[in-house]
């Protein structure tokens, strides 16, 4: 099941007394359980029917007896647990004892009055374990990946419209390109330029360009993105508020060599027929982070990229023996570039 089963489910009264929830997105998850939450408990009552657990402080049997427990002046009580690492291959933490058995036994007969949702902070679960076949038999486990690019482009013009406001053509690109994709700072200026445009208004481009920050490695983005189309007196005023934001020359010089490193790899991995999830998988990346560098790709020939990383290492060394000043060997190396 995926999560948008799930949470059809949910809505529908449909409640499995035990969740995993597992992934990168974290966001994404705690999105889930805040809707688990609201579906299963009235807001007066939130207070006393859910319990926060954390596994790395609370062993699981006394979760268990917790879920055990009647409720008191509640139909349902929600159990959160956190740090669920029992369910994957790292280590668990050798100062508490976990009654693995308990839980397991438990899953043979959960209670009709407590839902259990355990938070697991890992890509994947360790499938080994009987007790996760045990609680894959019993409840429902979800994975909470990074979404596609296209799905983060409707997650982003999805939020706004769920805000009271409309997109304008471009606009959640925009957004993507100056705070990244991480979904809790999307979020947040989503929060930002729907209180911009008032209920009912539109949020455009220019709102984006004018109230969004831009991260560093957002700013060599758009600063290798301008290189490739030979506007290199935007390049260079990118170039101008790095340095004023106080970014020391040799971190640029390598976050731009590691932008055209992801370039060329993923160029590589795209004359292989891989996927854009394929590729982010394979390099760890964000699929719309390749999605856009996919973008950039077209603009180069393997051979041209090559020259061009072995260019910044010769820059990082003259840049690091003083052989050249920093400022000037990236200006240098710019200009170069586009001609």
Wanted: glycine share 6%; charged share 25%.
């Amino acid at each position: 099941m995926d999560a948008k089963t799930a949470i059809k489910d949910i809505k529908q009264g449909k409640i499995s007394p035990i969740y995993v929830l597992y992934g990168s997105e974290k966001f994404r998850m705690n999105e889930f359980a805040e809707l688990l939450e609201g579906q299963l408990i009235a807001k007066e009552d939130r207070d006393f029917a859910v319990i926060p657990f954390d596994l790395s402080e609370t062993p699981v049997q006394s979760i268990v007896e917790e879920a055990e427990t009647v409720p008191f002046m509640v139909e349902r009580k929600l159990l959160l647990v956190r740090d669920a690492s029992l369910f994957t291959a790292g280590k668990e933490n050798a100062k508490l004892e976990h009654r693995i058995d308990i839980l397991s036994e438990y899953l043979q007969h959960p209670t009709d009055f407590s839902v259990i949702v355990f938070m697991v902070n890992n890509d994947k679960l360790d499938e080994r374990k009987k007790i996760v076949k045990a609680v894959k038999a019993a409840g429902t486990v979800l994975a909470f990946n990074p979404l596609g690019a296209e799905e983060l482009l409707r997650w982003v013009e999805k939020g706004i419209r769920d805000r009271g406001c409309t997109t304008a053509p471009g606009t959640a690109e925009a957004l993507i390109t100056s705070a990244g994709t991480g979904l809790q700072g999307l979020s947040a200026e989503m929060d930002k330029l729907c209180l911009f445009a008032g209920t009912g208004g539109t949020v455009n481009a220019a709102a984006v360009e004018s109230l969004v920050h831009r991260g560093t490695e957002e700013n060599i983005f758009t600063l290798v993105e301008d290189i490739a189309n030979l506007r290199l007196d935007k390049a260079l005023n990118t170039l101008n508020e790095l340095l004023k934001q106080r970014e020391e020359p040799i971190k640029i010089a390598a976050l731009v060599a590691r932008q055209f490193r992801i370039i060329l790899q993923v160029k590589d991995l795209s004359g292989h027929s891989y996927s854009q999830g394929q590729i982010a998988s394979q390099i760890g990346l964000h699929p719309y982070v390749v999605k856009l560098a996919g973008e950039q790709a077209h603009k180069f020939t393997s051979e041209r990229l090559r020259q061009i990383l072995s260019a910044l290492a010769d820059l990082d060394y003259q840049m690091k023996t003083g052989a050249i000043d920093k400022v000037l060997g990236l200006e240098l190396f710019m200009l170069r570039l586009g001609a």
